[in-house]
């Protein structure tokens, strides 16, 4: 008899969570990556890439970084950086970083170690938008929005959405319940998306487009600047 109750509970549970996927036309198993074949942090000039690189610390992936960071560059501009152009690109990061580096650090070889890692690397910066934008919510200052709510984790997903939004610059951005989740750091999806709308109800977000329960694409949203 309590087996039979359990399985009856179960099934309700497994039901209401199905129920609630459809409602906000959640998927979780999909995001940006399936609808476009490459996505990049939007990187302008130069400087940018300097600066996107050394945000992320002068460690053993410096080199790796600024790589990608160029890769993003002509990702963003529709360029292809000719030789000239990759060492001249070393020498703003060598002029910016040079001082911080181990004494015994070598301009040539370092510049060798570049090239060589810019010639291997095929992924640009920022290419997976969701990790990207959390970790810019982590290293830099929230927008304005965050200082309404109290809850940290709040905060943290309005600023991951806020990131999401500039990465996908006049384009709405995708959103999973399952990534949202982590975004608040909860295991909960159905809390995240109650989180989700919360933000909807508030003017934070919009929501575009719902995802397709099960199908291919994730929640589309457009993050809204409220006036102060």
């Given at each position: 008899m309590l087996l039979g109750i359990q399985r009856i509970r179960e099934t309700e549970n497994?039901?209401?969570?199905?129920?609630?996927?459809?409602?906000?036309?959640?998927?979780?198993?999909?995001d940006e990556a399936e609808e476009f074949p490459l996505l990049a942090a939007r990187i302008r000039t130069l400087q940018e890439a300097v600066q996107a690189t050394v945000e992320r610390g002068l460690d053993s992936d410096l080199l790796f970084t600024f790589?990608?960071?160029?890769k993003a560059f002509e990702f963003t501009e529709g360029c292809e950086l000719s030789q000239d152009d990759l060492d001249a690109a070393f020498a703003l990061l060598w002029s910016r970083v040079n001082t911080q580096l181990p004494q015994e650090a070598d301009f040539d070889e370092y510049r060798f170690q570049f090239l060589e890692s810019f010639a291997r690397t095929k992924?640009?910066?920022?290419?997976?938008?969701?990790?990207?934008?959390v970790w810019r919510a982590d290293n830099r200052p929230?927008?304005?929005?965050?200082?309404?709510?109290?809850?940290?984790?709040?905060?943290?997903?309005?600023a991951v959405c806020y990131h999401l939004q500039q990465l996908a610059g006049d384009q709405p951005f995708f959103l999973s319940a399952r990534k949202a989740a982590k975004a608040a750091r909860t295991q909960n999806p159905t809390m995240?998306?109650?989180?989700?709308?919360?933000?909807i109800r508030d003017g934070v977000l919009?929501?575009?487009?719902?995802g397709i329960p099960g199908g291919k694409f994730a929640s589309r949203f457009r993050y809204n600047r409220l006036q102060p």
């Open positions: 497994q039901r209401n969570r199905e129920s609630e996927k459809q409602r906000y036309g959640d998927s979780d198993a999909t790589a990608r960071a160029l992924s640009p910066l920022g290419a997976n938008h969701f990790e990207e934008a929230h927008p304005p929005e965050c200082a309404r709510y109290r809850s940290e984790n709040l905060k943290r997903l309005t995240a998306l109650s989180f989700l709308y919360g933000l919009t929501l575009n487009r719902k």
